[in-house]
Each structure stands twice: as C-alpha cells, then as structure tokens.
C-alpha cells in the first residue's frame, strides 16, 4: 500500500497517547501539557481531515484485450 | 486486419463485460476473424460474414460497421489481395438441383459447420463412461443413463484442472461446451470449458473432500490469516457488475474517501470460476495498488457457489499478497474460498460494514479524544489557576499572619508602652512627689536653720569670751599661740600673751605653786 506521511491509525495511536499520557499525570505541568495539546490538535486536524465523509473513488477495471476462449 | 482485428475485440470484450455473458456468445473469433478480412461496409456485406445472422446483424451491424470504417484506410490493401470465397454455404443450403460447381468441399462444409455449431454452446448432464487423460488433453465420454446415448467430449488440461473437478467413470457431471467436428476425423466432439460435479450429494462430497486435503496442507489455518488494514486507501472488488451484490456493497461501505477498483466477474455457477480467477490474477498483478481485496457475491446454493469451492480459485485466493475479505453467500453455505480469506463474512453488506466500522470508531474516537483532551487541558488549567490562587492564598495567608503578628506585636507593644509610659509617668511624679519633698524639706530645714542660728547666736553671745573676758578672766596664750590650761603646759621663763577683757599683757613665768598654795 501507498505510505503516507503519517497514517489514519498511526495518527489515532500518537492521539491515543497523548490522552493516556494526561489521564496518567497527577499533576501536570502546564509547559508540557501545553505541547502535547497543540501536538494532539495537530493530529485530529490531520486525521479528521482523512475521515471526512468524501465520496469514493469508484473505477470498474476492464480487460484491454478478452483472451480466446 | 489485425487492427482491425484488436479493435473487434476489444469491442467484443466490452459488449460481453455488459451483457454479463461470455465473449463468444456475442460474437465468435471466426466470425471477428471473418469481419477483419471481409472489411464489410454495408448490413448486406456484413450478413455475408459467416456466422452473422440476421440477429447478430441487427444487435451489432452498427457498431462493427463504424469499427471497419474507421480501420478501413489502413487495411484496405491488404483486404483487397485476401482471396475470400463468396459462397456461403449456411445458412441457405445448397441448392439440391444445382449444378455440380455450386458444391462445396468437404473441409468449407465441415468449417461451415463448425461455424453454426460453435454459436450452439450447451450445458449438458450426463455420466462419464470413459476418461483419457493426455498431457494437454483429456478425453471422454458421456453417457445418457436413461437410453445410452453417448457424446464424445475434450477438455484442455488448463480448463481441467481450473475446474478442480476429477472426473472418473461413472461419475454424473454437467459440462458446459461448444459442439466441433474435428476435421480430420469427421467426428463430432463436445469442446468442454468446464466440468461441475453434478447432483447434492456429489458436491457435498467433492467439498468435504477438497476441504479435508486443504485444511490438511494449513490453507485454512488461522495462524496464515492477516489482520485486516484499519483504514484502508485502495480496495480491489470482485463481484458482478449485475445482481444486488455491487449495490449492497457500494450501499454500505458509506463515504469512506476511499478508491474502489471493481474487476467485474460473474459469480454466479461453475463457470464464474474462470473469471473469478481471472480477475484475482489482475488484482495480483497489480498488488502495490491495493491493501485490500474484497470479493463478494450474494447467498445461493451450494450448486451456485461452486466456483468458489473449485481448488484453484481456494488456492488463488490464498495466495493474495494483500488481505482478503470473503463475503460469499451465507453461514449455511461457507464456500472453501471464505474459509482460505483472511476475513470471512456472510454478506456484501456485511464486507461493506466491515471495512466502515474502524472509520466510523475513528471518527467517534477523534470526537472523545479531542473533548478528552479539551477537558484535560482545561483540568491542567484550572489545576495550574488552583496552584495559582493556592500559592496567592498561601502568601496571602503569610502576609495576613505576618499581619496579625505584627498586629499582635503593636498592640503589645502599645500596651507595654503604655505601661511605660504609666511607670514613667508614675516614676515621674514619684519624682516629682520627692523633689517637692526634697523641697519642702529643704524649707524646713531651711527655717530650722535660722532658728539654730538665732538659738546659736543667742548662745554664743552666751558664752562671748568678751563677756567672759568682762567678768575678769583672761585667755593665756602661748608664745606660739596655744591657749594655756595647765600650768604644766609651761615652764620658768616662758613668755605668756595674756588677754583681758580690754587689752592684752605679756608675763614671765616666774614660779610654779600647787593648787592650794598661798
């Protein structure tokens, strides 16, 4: 498969993270919980960008040439 | 003529992908072939072609004759050298009283047969009675078990072995294939395309058959099977381009973004066997495109189903570089090929919402990440703003200690200075008490003093050495001025100052008497 920059669910898994990451801390640090809201804002922008509801693609792939019966 | 011939066929490719029928039955390769040395530019010229009727001509004439038009300039010389007969022997006949040069040979008869028999493609049922397998042909027979009657039938090895069936005597199978005089024989055999197990209980045996050999060999095995793409980008369908499939399948799958390839095949019968395949083998072809196929078809009988219990399409199927999903027919009928994907479910519908699920989680999931992380932001926040106020508080809280402390401090020490004040002013007039004390005392004893003194004068005035002096007594002095009390204090010849009460004398010591002494 094409790889992209980043995929849908690598993007979900770094999200994923970063919740685990705030649901963990007993105090968090503003500085860094600052960071890892703008990282996480950057990949819900990114794959909600990929989830939109977009029409698909859809192509029926003929035969160039019918081989001989 | 040959490109002529590509362009037929392409046309014939196409025609036979939207009937839904298989290319020959739109037009033969003899009757393409025909056409491309005929170069034909009327209906009537067309009709000559053998093996264009009346029907073919009316379906196709237009489209065939604008394909000839088009090629026509290239080929036209070529065309022109082609010798090609004018006789066409079927289908008028031959005139029974014509003359003898109106005949035809026997190989343009037999070719003239064979061209109608190759459009009477059959499906036929029947009992093998004997079987001759060659290296690229098997040979056999098949029987009528009512009367015995018999038919002579091949079937190229390729086909044979696609069709995943082996044929024994005795056996009741159903062939499908063109009838073809073989010229050098005269003999009349059925081409066989495709051979299915015939009859309930056959197929249930064949499947229970192959299943065992290929779940023998771990075809099935779930630990060959691999996890599913969670959002996949290019999905190859196989299915009909007909039927409720496609549609169930488009239907569900929801606007997912996604590009979806279909690589029409009928899926219906045993037939579908070789399309199916074929167009898994196109898939594969092109694997880096995908990461995932899909093939699907709606329910059916297990007869239905049988190109996907066929070993090879099984195989083909396992063989899928990307992951496959099956949704052939239902749990009733689980074919051999659902069984060999990665990810079998009963319907298109069910493929459909298998592919959708993990996007609509994800987008489900994006929603409660992003209010998750919204809140944990904002509960870091108000935590931070808490610890803030917290920490205000606290200093607040020291100042106001600090405060109240030096409150306390003040008032104590306002109190003490009052009492300081209190014991100075008290010191302060205990002074005061004792100066005016001091002074009063001091007028007292002022006044005492001057009555001392007055008493004192008085009493010295008393004792005046004068006035004792007037009454006769004199003070005796010393040459050195010592009064003198004792006569002892002196001696003979000493000079004595004596000091009456007016005037003064010096005397001599002459003699020393006692007290009583005259």
């Known amino acids: ?69 | 003529m040959a490109d002529t011939l590509s362009l037929l066929r392409m046309w014939r490719a196409k025609k036979a992908a939207r009937e839904g029928v298989e290319p020959f039955r739109v037009l033969t390769n003899a009757a393409l072939e025909g056409i491309a040395v005929r170069m034909p530019r009327t209906p009537d010229e067309l009709m000559e072609v053998k093996g264009i009727k009346d029907a073919k001509c009316r379906l196709y004439g237009k489209e065939i004759l604008e394909i000839v038009s088009r090629a026509v300039p290239a080929s036209q010389a070529v065309v022109a050298d082609v010798p090609f007969p004018d006789e066409v022997p079927f289908p008028d006949g031959p005139e029974s009283s014509g003359p003898e040069e109106d005949a035809v040979s026997v190989s343009r008869f037999l070719d003239g047969l064979n061209t109608e028999l190759s459009g009477m493609a059959a499906r036929i049922r029947g009992e093998v009675s004997s079987v001759d397998e060659r290296d690229r042909v098997v040979y056999f027979s098949l029987k009528d078990p009512e009367d015995g009657s018999m038919m002579n039938c091949l079937i190229f090895r390729f086909q044979y072995d696609v069709s995943g069936v082996r044929i024994k005597e005795g056996d009741e199978v159903i062939v499908e294939g063109v009838p073809e005089i073989w010229k050098p024989m005269g003999r009349l055999s059925l081409k066989v395309g495709l051979i299915e197990v015939a009859g309930e209980g056959a197929l249930k045996k064949a499947y229970d058959a192959l299943y065992r050999k290929l779940e023998a060999e771990g075809v099935f095995a779930e630990a060959r099977k691999r996890p599913l793409p969670q959002f996949p980008e290019r999905i190859a369908l196989i299915t009909s381009e007909q039927g409720a499939a496609i549609g169930d399948f488009l239907t569900n799958i929801g606007s997912l973004g996604i590009r979806i390839d279909l690589y029409p095949s009928s899926v219906e019968g045993k037939r579908a066997v070789f399309e199916v395949l074929d167009a898994i083998r196109r898939v594969r072809a092109r694997a880096d495109r995908y990461d995932l196929l899909v093939v699907v078809r709606g329910g059916g009988s297990i007869e239905s189903l049988q190109a996907f219990n066929t070993e090879s399409l099984v195989r083909e199927i396992a063989l899928c570089e990307m992951p496959v999903i099956a949704g052939i027919g239902h749990e009733k009928d689980i074919t051999l090929s659902a069984l060999a994907a990665d990810r079998m479910v009963s319907t298109p519908t069910a493929a459909a919402r298998t592919i959708r699920e993990p996007f609509e989680r994800a987008r489900q999931s994006l929603a409660h990440h992003e209010r998750i992380l919204l809140d944990s932001f904002g509960a870091t926040l108000s935590a931070a703003s808490d610890h803030v106020e917290e920490s205000v508080g606290t200093f607040l809280g020291f100042l106001e200690g600090v405060s109240i402390r030096f409150e306390r401090a003040r008032s104590a020490l306002s109190v003490r200075a009052g009492l300081v004040e209190f014991r100075i002013r008290e010191s302060r007039s205990r002074v005061d008490a004792m100066l005016r004390e001091i002074s009063n005392g001091w007028k007292d004893a002022g006044r005492d003093v001057r009555e001392r003194l007055v008493r004192a004068e008085s009493a010295l005035r008393q004792y005046d050495p004068n006035r004792v002096l007037a009454l006769g007594y004199g003070l005796v002095r010393l040459a050195n001025g010592a009064l003198l009390r004792k006569s002892t204090d002196t001696k003979v010849g000493d000079r004595l100052d004596i000091r009456l009460s007016e005037g003064r004398i010096v005397a001599e010591v002459r003699e020393f008497k006692a007290e009583n002494e005259k």
Not at chain 1, 29 to 54: P, Y
């Open chain 1, 1 to 69: 498969m094409p790889e992209k920059k980043q995929s849908l669910g690598e993007s979900l898994k770094a999200l994923e993270g970063i919740v685990a990451w705030f649901e963990d801390q007993q105090q968090v640090d503003v500085e860094e919980g600052l960071a890892k809201v703008k990282e996480g804002a950057v990949l819900i922008k990114a794959s909600r960008e990929k989830l939109k509801e977009a029409e698909n693609e859809f192509e029926v792939v003929r035969k160039e040439l019918e081989g001989e019966e």
